[in-house]
Nanobody, 126 residues
Framework: QGQLVESGGGLVQAGGSLRLSCSGS????????MGWFRQAPGKEREFVAS????????AYADSVKGRFTISRDDAKNTMFLQMNSVNAEDAATYYC???????????????????WGQGTQVTVSS
């Protein structure tokens, strides 16, 4: 059926940058709405950013707006999250997710996404 695999996490200094990638395989990716979510220890999973199936519409959580950029390259079945000006509050496990099917709208709620990766951890040092 397909899977999603995140990469690019690691240790980043506060104020620095990191680029996360999410690779899709199988039938999951092309023309699917995609999103990034994150979960810090002891906290609920929260929305970070989403991109619609065409790549022309994006949305961001207020906490990352202006610092993070979501993009996708369907030819490579890959989605990206460029993280700039990272701060301590950005430390979390980041998950990529795909919506229920092709041409579905990109939502803000985790419940709207059906397929999930295993996550990649981002650690921020001061």
């Amino acid at each position: 059926q397909g899977q999603l695999v995140e990469s690019g996490g690691g240790l980043v200094q506060a104020g620095g940058s990191l680029r996360l990638s999410c690779s899709g395989s199988g039938r999951i990716f092309s023309r699917y709405p995609m999103g990034w979510f994150r979960q810090a220890p002891g906290k609920e999973r929260e929305f970070v950013a989403s991109i619609d199936w065409s790549g022309t519409s994006t949305a961001y959580a207020d906490s990352v707006k202006g610092r993070f950029t979501i993009s996708r390259d369907d030819a490579k079945n890959t989605m990206f999250l460029q993280m700039n000006s990272v701060n301590a509050e950005d430390a979390a496990t980041y998950y990529c997710a795909a919506g229920a099917g092709r041409f579905y709208p990109a939502g803000f709620s985790a419940g709207e996404y059906v397929y999930w990766g295993q996550g990649t951890q981002v650690t921020v040092s001061s």
